[in-house]
């Protein structure tokens, strides 16, 4: 498709978009008097106006069953995660049973380490990308000092080639194959926050268990933003928010997968709480554990009915539209923001680089160099919402559920203003 930087071009491409209807179904914040222009759906996704009748539901429940509501509320709230497992699966290329929802991201990845990370004398290291997430590096090292090791001798990161903005997959299979038979874990993010790369989570997958450790992903960037198989891909465990792309509320539940090789395994350690026991022993309060054949064996507690209630109105809506129409539009909307930040590019002084390779999602990246935070502050005060890392990176995500190409055409024109008007 040839791009225009027209106002006429993009809402043409908005005319024949088939999800641009959705736009409508989610609050849009407010500036000058107009819906912002929101690119950071990779932080905090909008909120689905559908989302407020499924928690209105819980709070009518509570209200009027009290803790009757556990058995006879609309939708009981003893087996109310149950109702998400179908969607989250779907989304992240699983089988039901093998997903659950349970506490928030951190929590979840320190807790299936408990089962993953089990270092002996010779396997011990660990393997993720340089300059990870920082819970995800807090993570590693705590877990790292807990069963006695330093960090620096156990965690191994892969680092980025000199002068390049991206991890080789090449270079992730050769340290794995190089730490082989020490290796214990490969814990990544499937989808760089930064630089919004998409590693070849099947390539690295396959390369972990063959050098004999476990694989495990934190989706945080990835779920709702690219096409996951986890099953098939074969990684044992992975966990990701909900709260970004996947527009379920700030700091809402987690999702974690636990590949279905590990859920018939007695012998699994693994920190346990009534909610993963068979619910048809539950409330008989025996002393001895009965795991769920699922990975809701790795529930603790009763859930946060109240969180899940947005969590699955979201999923519901995910369900109705299916990642392949989303990951259509995303490649087009991506790449028509990508053309017209170079035509602002040919029209300024200040020069862009995009620094996310091919492999990406929602996200671009962008070096704005001769800029600084001041343009950042004009974006946000003429209503473009995006996300500002030292010194001069841009984050940009324009969430299919939601963006526009209007959107991109006329975030070109205030980024062309702000640096015009300097
Ligand atoms: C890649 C990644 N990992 C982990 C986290 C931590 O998430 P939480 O605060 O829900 O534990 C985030 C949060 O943004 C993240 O982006």
Not at 132 to 154: C, M, N, V
Not at 211 to 230: E, M, P, R, T
Not at 303 to 332: H, N, T
Request: aromatic share 12%.
């Amino acid at each position: 498709m040839t791009f225009q930087n027209t106002l006429e071009f993009a809402q043409q491409l908005d005319a024949a978009d088939q999800l641009s209807k959705y736009r409508q179904g989610f609050h849009f914040p407010q500036v000058n008097g107009r819906d912002v222009i929101y690119f950071t759906g990779n932080s905090l996704g909008l909120q689905p106006k559908r989302t407020q009748a499924y928690v209105d539901e819980v709070m009518k429940d509570w209200r009027e069953l009290a803790v009757e509501g556990h058995f006879y509320a609309e939708k009981p709230w003893w087996d109310y995660h149950e109702r998400l497992a179908k969607g989250m699966a779907k989304v992240v290329g699983a089988r039901p049973k093998e997903v659950s929802v349970m506490n928030t991201l951190t929590v979840n990845l320190h807790l299936l380490m408990v089962s993953f990370y089990r270092p002996t004398a010779k396997r011990f290291k660990i393997i993720c990308e340089e300059k990870a997430f920082p819970s995800d590096q807090y993570i590693l090292q705590s877990q790292a000092r807990f069963h006695g090791w330093d960090p620096k001798e156990a965690i191994v990161e892969v680092k980025k080639r000199d002068g390049e903005h991206a991890w080789r997959t090449e270079d992730i299979v050769a340290k794995i194959n190089e730490v082989g038979d020490e290796l214990a874990l490969v814990l990544m993010g499937g989808v760089n926050y930064y630089n919004g790369q998409v590693l070849d989570m099947q390539a690295i997958t396959a390369a972990g268990k063959a050098a004999g450790a476990f694989v495990g992903w934190d989706l945080a960037h990835a779920v709702g933003n690219v096409k996951l198989q986890l099953h098939d891909w074969g990684a044992d465990f992975a966990a990701w928010c909900s709260y970004k792309y996947m527009n379920s509320g700030p700091g809402n539940a987690s999702g974690i997968f636990v590949h279905e090789r590990h859920l018939d395994k007695e012998d699994i350690p693994r920190f346990e709480g009534w909610w993963g026991n068979k619910k048809e022993t539950r409330f008989l309060m025996k002393p001895e554990f009965d795991p769920i054949a699922s990975a809701d064996a790795w529930q603790l507690s009763n859930p946060p009915i109240l969180s899940l209630a947005p969590y699955l109105a979201s999923l519901e809506l995910f369900d109705e539209v299916g990642m392949d129409a989303l990951i259509e539009k995303q490649r087009i909307i991506v790449a028509y923001l990508e053309f017209v930040l170079h035509e602002i590019d040919k029209q300024v002084d200040s020069t862009f680089e995009i620094i996310t390779p091919a492999e990406r999602g929602c996200q671009l990246s962008v070096f704005l160099h001769g800029e600084g935070r001041a343009l950042f502050d004009y974006l946000m005060k003429q209503g473009v919402i995006t996300d500002w890392r030292e010194p001069n990176v841009i984050r940009l995500a324009p969430a299919p559920f939601y963006c526009s190409y209007e959107d991109m055409y006329r975030f070109g024109q205030i980024l062309k203003q702000g640096i015009l008007n300097k």
